[in-house]
């Protein structure tokens, strides 16, 4: 699938209807989630044939463009219900086979090594400190190939010492820096849009 | 709905299923994948899981690796139909240690804890 392709149909996804601030509720526009997943398939091979984990997933935008390049088999993973119901209609829209499940990131286990690739935008820490990080640490555990995330880019030396000392990376390296585009979603958002710069990161796991 | 939830877990595993309504759909038949996961999986959880999901063809003990590259597609028909064409659309995760039921909902577990819980 073309870059352009995909990035159309994750532009037809629906988004938060109601976004919750405490959860820090963004949508992943489809520009930087087609580039993310695309990058993922084409540069790392990290993605088709996969099984692919996204945590936080909100409305399963990259949920869904991990499935339509193809991973074999793709888990949803987020807290709040409304989001999982979105989610699970997008997925329907697109007729691609995800699985959702409610939990929260902080406490979930998963037995074994069935991960491959975990893929994910998670809360950046604004509103709850560290939050970025329980993120980090899950998918670190639970990933056995490779981990991408988007991170602040102002947060980019901390994120790197703590996944090459804490989280047990192997390599932690920065993809490219991207404009997010935070639109004007919340009250206490004083101006219309603004643009934050983000890194996409690309972690590797060491095997245990 | 899909090994995750035999997988996915909290405290204990494997987790029991505990079927409201189970729904088939139909998925394209990939070996690779399959050969890929049968390393992964806890066969004796995956056979309890789809047992409770009324699906009783898969044998009771982890068939010898030499089987998937045998030529003959039988056995991973039936791999194929119990990991990914199975869903658990309406029922309950159950803990095996706790007795604690996690609810499934339109296809989606609810893993979530109680305060008391953490």
């Known amino acids: ?208 | 709905m899909l090994s995750c939830n035999i997988k996915g877990v909290s405290n204990g595993f494997p987790l029991r299923i505990e079927a409201g309504k189970v729904i088939e759909k139909e998925v394209d038949f990939n070996p690779d994948f399959l050969k890929h996961m049968f390393a992964k999986i806890e066969w004796k959880a995956l056979v309890e899981g789809a047992r409770s999901m009324g699906y009783a063809e898969l044998p009771e003990d982890s068939p010898d690796a030499t089987v998937l590259d045998s030529g003959d597609e039988t056995f991973l028909r039936k791999l194929h139909h119990a990991l990914l064409e199975l869903h658990l659309e309406e029922g309950a995760l159950v803990c095996p240690e706790t007795g604690r039921k996690f609810p499934v909902n339109k296809g989606i577990p609810n893993m979530l804890l109680h305060e008391d819980e953490v």
């Open chain 1, 1 to 208: 699938m073309k870059l352009k392709q995909l990035e159309g149909l994750l532009g037809d996804l629906q988004q938060f209807s109601n976004p919750k601030v405490e959860l820090e509720q963004y949508p992943t526009g489809p520009h930087i989630a087609s580039r993310m997943l695309f990058t993922a398939e084409n540069s790392y091979g990290d993605i088709s044939d996969k099984v692919v984990a996204d945590f936080g997933c909100g409305c399963g935008t990259l949920s869904a463009a991990a499935a339509l390049l193809d991973a074999s088999y793709v888990m949803g993973f987020d807290i709040d219900p409304q989001s999982l119901e979105t989610a699970t209609l997008n997925a329907e829209e697109l007729e691609v086979e995800i699985d959702f499940v409610q939990c929260d990131i902080t406490n979930l286990e998963l037995k074994g090594q069935i991960v491959d690739t975990a893929v994910m935008n998670p809360p950046f820490g604004t509103r709850k400190k560290g939050a970025d990080m329980e993120f980090l640490s899950a998918a670190m555990k639970v990933a056995s190939q490779a981990v991408y995330s988007l991170h602040k880019t102002s947060t980019r030396e901390h994120i790197k010492r703590a996944a090459l000392r804490d989280f047990n990376a192997k390599s932690a390296e920065v993809l490219c820096e991207l404009q997010y585009d935070l639109p004007k979603l919340y009250k206490f958002h004083k101006r219309k849009e603004v643009d934050i710069a983000v890194d996409l990161w690309r972690f590797e796991p060491r095997q245990n």
